[in-house]
Every structure is written in C-alpha cells, then in structure tokens.
C-alpha cells in the first residue's frame, strides 16, 4: 500500500524519512478556520483529520494518507502563521519569557478506517527583547511558522528549554507517527 503525505511541508518530509519508509507529498488545501467555541485539541485534530481524509478522497484505494496539523497556543490563544509583521511581533511578544503548547495531531486514513493521535509539548520562551524580535522577523524564519517561530531553525536560540516531543513541535511526532503506520500494517514489528 502506498503512503501519501498530505502536506507540502519540507521539514515534515524530512521527517518522515528518518522512519525509512517510502511514501509521495501528496499536499491538500482545506479552509484552515477555527470553529466558535473549538478548543485548540479538537481544532488541531479535525484539521489533521479534513487533510487526511480529503488526500484520501482524492487518490483513490489502496492508498494511505498521512494528514497533520500543528499550531502554537499561547494564553488560550491559537496561534497559526502570522498574517503580516505586526501579527508576528504580537505573537512573539506573546511567547516572550512565557512556556506555551505546542499540538501536533496525526492521522492516517485508508479505505476501512481512520486514527488520530494528538502530541502535546510545552515549549519556554526566554525572554526576547524588540530588537531580537526585529532580528528575526526579517530574517523571514517566522513568516511561514505557526506561532511565529520554527524550533529547527533560528528560532531554536530563544527556547529554553522543551518537555515533550522535539519532532512534533517541528511537525511530525515521529515516535507516534512510527506506532500509527505500525497498527496499519506499512511498518512490521520485529
């Protein structure tokens, strides 16, 4: 059965290597809109869950879709990829000197049945002054990051410390991915 990987991300792809399985980018766009009054574990999971399930809709049988999500929650707030400058530098000034949570839910479709998993990390902030914030927006890291920031890059300076998972945090949990694709049969135990 082929894995398809339902999203465009390079650093999750790179991830998905170190598993040593074969598997296609396979990327999806759905409305990525927060539902009123959703709590940040049933929207992390319903989004990995729509990417699954409409990679799967689209390719077809004897195919396994893998759909993730991963967002930043800081002081109740849902965190996703900045709009623009002033929306970075509030986030960041958000996670500044403070510990937030990272959710990265997994799911894996096929033709008779879906799982879900969700990872929760707590990532501390140090404290990060205007002008380090300046810095590292127009270095173009946060641009494209939920929460403003990417661990696995220059952003990783401003972390303290992590309990939890560190490739969840980047975007696949790979330890539970691993469990996942074992239950579905593409990884033998031995």
Same mark, same amino acid.
């Given at each position: +059965?082929?894995?398809?990987? @339902?999203?465009? =991300?390079?650093?999750? @792809? ?17 409305? #990525? ?14 989004? @990995?869950? #729509?990417? =699954?399930?409409?990679?799967? #809709?689209? @390719? ?28 970075? +530098?509030? +986030? ?9 949570? *990272? ?14 998993? *969700? *990872? ?13 914030? #300046? ?5 173009? /890291? ?26 969840? *945090? ?12 074992? /239950? ?7």
């Amino acid at each position: +059965m082929m894995l398809l990987l @339902a999203s465009q =991300s390079p650093r999750r @792809a790179e991830l998905l290597k170190q598993i040593g399985i074969p598997f296609s980018q396979y990327p999806v766009d759905i409305d #990525e809109t927060v539902m009123a009054n959703e709590t940040p574990e049933k929207y992390v999971r319903r989004m @990995a869950q #729509e990417k =699954s399930t409409l990679g799967y #809709e689209r @390719a077809g049988a004897k195919k396994l879709v893998l759909g993730l999500d991963t967002i930043v929650v800081a002081q109740n707030n849902i965190l996703g990829k900045p709009k623009d400058k002033s929306d970075a +530098m509030w +986030m960041l000034n958000m996670l500044s000197d403070d510990t937030h949570q *990272v959710l990265t839910a997994v799911t894996i479709t096929n033709a008779t049945q879906q799982k879900t998993v *969700v *990872v929760e990390t707590h990532v501390c902030f140090g404290p990060l002054s205007q002008q380090q914030i #300046e810095w590292y927006w127009k270095t173009g /890291e946060p641009q494209d990051k939920a929460g403003s920031y990417g661990i696995q890059g220059l952003g990783g300076q401003f972390v303290k410390h992590i309990n939890g998972s560190y490739s969840a *945090v980047v975007g696949l949990p790979l330890y539970q991915t691993r469990i996942l694709l074992t /239950e579905f049969g593409i990884i033998n135990e031995c």
